[in-house]
């Protein structure tokens, strides 16, 4: 929760001060975004380690191999990505930008997760016969 008023602080702080920067130099308020981006998403790192640690723990009690989970974490972090990203553009005002990162992100995304779904099919296919 601590980590939640930080980032909220955070972000609130560069909005206002990305509001008043815009006015003289807009390619700066994207610049100032960016930074506070990254601040924001280091003040997560430690939860995004344990959250980590957690998926392969659990990962080993039900016997999991890595590619069944290499696909899920890829795919997350793809969407992850695709969203940050597009935001980006779309603060710095490149909506068509943003459409095209998405478009990309999604194919991606289900070119991560298609093995992942192939495995489950040929698993159904073995218990079905």
Request: hydrophobic share 60%.
């Amino acid at each position: 929760m601590e980590i939640m008023f930080k980032v909220a602080a955070l972000a609130v702080t560069a909005v206002l001060c990305s509001a008043v920067v815009r006015r003289g130099a807009p390619e700066f308020s994207l610049l100032m975004a960016l930074g506070a981006g990254l601040c924001i998403v280091w003040l997560g790192m430690d939860a995004l380690e344990r959250v980590l640690g957690t998926i392969r723990h659990m990962a080993v009690v039900a016997q999991l191999e890595d590619e069944v989970l290499r696909p899920v974490v890829k795919t997350v972090a793809l969407s992850l990505m695709t969203k940050i990203t597009g935001e980006l553009c779309r603060s710095a005002g490149e909506s068509g930008i943003a459409a095209f990162v998405e478009t990309v992100g999604t194919i991606l995304a289900l070119g991560v997760a298609l093995p992942l779904a192939e495995g489950v099919l040929e698993l159904m296919a073995q218990l079905l016969t």
